[in-house]
Each structure stands twice: as C-alpha cells, then as structure tokens.
C-alpha cells in the first residue's frame, strides 16, 4: 500500500520559518515527480512547489517564490518544503503529492496524495 505521510506543520508567527516533510512507502519515487499542493478554508486547494524525479528541475507558485524552496532526497524517498518569511495567507493544510511527471503533479493529478499537515500563520 502507498502511503505519503507529511509532518512538520504548526503554529509559526508572521515572518516565522517551517519546514515540512513528506516520507513515501509502499513504492519509490526515484522517477517521478513529488510536490506540495495546500489548501486555506472555504478555497481550493492550490499548488505549491514541484520538483522533478531528480532534483534537477523545480517549480513554485508566485504566491511563495523567493520564500518556499522545495528539495528531494531519493535515498529516503522524502520530498521537503522549507518555508521561510511566512505570511498569515500561507496558513492552509499543506498536501504533498507523487507520481507522474511535473507536467501532470502541477495540475493537480499526480497519483498519490498525503492526508495533509497544518501550517497557522498568526499575524
């Protein structure tokens, strides 16, 4: 069975830094695409940050360029989000996705999806 766990969400102040975590099992992720999608209340759910099978390529919203990188390390078939100069819009439950390539995850239908973690920005 596949399973994306993500972890490191909270409660962080405004201008704060998080950072996230996404471990897969059940399958590896060496060829494919992983990313991280969030969603604030009462809003769809919107792409974050993408980063392609092997690191080389990566993808942000304009909401967080500049502020979110994300990173992958293939060995621990783990996807990252460092989130630094946090802003009270960034809080939502952030989401990691996987599987496919970086075309098909930014649109949202990567093959695989975790439960989630919550990021609250407090101003």
């Known amino acids: 069975q596949v399973q994306l766990v993500e972890s490191g969400g909270g409660l962080v102040q405004a201008g704060g830094s998080l950072g996230l975590s996404c471990a897969a099992s059940?399958?590896?992720?060496?060829?494919?695409?992983m990313g991280w999608f969030r969603q604030a209340p009462g809003m769809e759910r919107e792409f974050v940050a993408a980063?392609?099978?092997?690191?080389?390529?990566?993808y942000y919203a304009d909401s967080v360029k500049g502020r979110f990188t994300i990173s992958r390390d293939n060995a621990k078939n783990t996807v990252y989000l460092q989130m630094n100069s946090l802003k009270p819009e960034d809080t939502a439950v952030y989401y990691c996705?996987?599987?496919?390539?970086?075309?098909?995850?930014?649109?949202?239908?990567?093959?695989?999806w975790g439960r989630g973690t919550q990021v609250t920005v407090s101003s």
């Open positions: 996705s996987a599987g496919g390539n970086t075309v098909r995850l930014r649109a949202g239908t990567g093959d695989y």
């Open positions: 980063v392609a099978w092997n690191g080389g390529r990566t």
């Open positions: 059940g399958r590896t992720f060496t060829t494919d695409a």
